[in-house]
Each structure stands twice: as structure tokens, then as C-alpha cells.
């Protein structure tokens, strides 16, 4: 079992900044990607940024490319997502995960962009 636990979260007002961080623990991860994914209030959860444990290649939705920046600290078992010039349309709930299929996912944690 892999325990996902995030925080940072908050309100923040347009064209701010934020930073995620997902503290993983349990069972062996190394070999999995950890990836974040947001839910709108109305929306389906989508994905936002993945980055793979081993070489640390990263992907992101067009969404928030060029503001959003995704990293790891493997000796921390750590994740973080670094959010800059941040919209109203960010907003949402953010979740990490990680797995084989994202077979496991933290609580969330809440953020709010004020126009």
C-alpha cells in the first residue's frame, strides 16, 4: 500500500504563485511515474502533469504548460508542483497519484485563484 499525502494549497489571487507537494510513503514506488490531476467543482477530474521516478521526464496538459512546473526529491519521497501566473480557471481541487494504473491517490488538497 502506497500512502499519497498533499498540501499547499490555498487562495491565491490572479497571476500568482503556489507550490504542491505530495509526501509518498509505504510500499516500493521507485519504478512508477507520480503524476498531479485537478477537479473543478461540476468537472471530471484531468490530468495536469506527470513525471517518471527514474530520469524524471516530464509531461504536462497543454493547459498549463509554461506555468506549471512538476519535480521530485527521491531522497524526500517527495513531489511538488510549482504554479506560477496562476488563472481563475485553475481552481479546483489537486491530487496526486501514482501506480501502475493510478491505483493510488491522496486526499486533495484545495486551491483557489481569486480574479
Known amino acids: 500500500q502506497v500512502q499519497l499525502v498533499e498540501s499547499g494549497g490555498g487562495l491565491v489571487q490572479a497571476g500568482g504563485s503556489l507550490r504542491l507537494s505530495c509526501a509518498a510513503s509505504g510500499r516500493s514506488f521507485s519504478g512508477w511515474s507520480m503524476g498531479w490531476f485537478r477537479q473543478a467543482p461540476g468537472k471530471e477530474r484531468e490530468f495536469v502533469a506527470r513525471i517518471s521516478w527514474i530520469g524524471g521526464g516530464t509531461y504536462y496538459a497543454d493547459s498549463v504548460k509554461g506555468r506549471f512546473t512538476i519535480s521530485r526529491d527521491n531522497a524526500k519521497s517527495t513531489m511538488y508542483l510549482q504554479m506560477n501566473s496562476l488563472k481563475p480557471e485553475d481552481t479546483a481541487v489537486y491530487f496526486c497519484?501514482?501506480?501502475?494504473?493510478?491505483?493510488?491517490w491522496g486526499q486533495g488538497t484545495q486551491v483557489t485563484v481569486s480574479s
Open positions: 497519484a501514482t501506480g501502475p494504473r493510478w491505483d493510488y
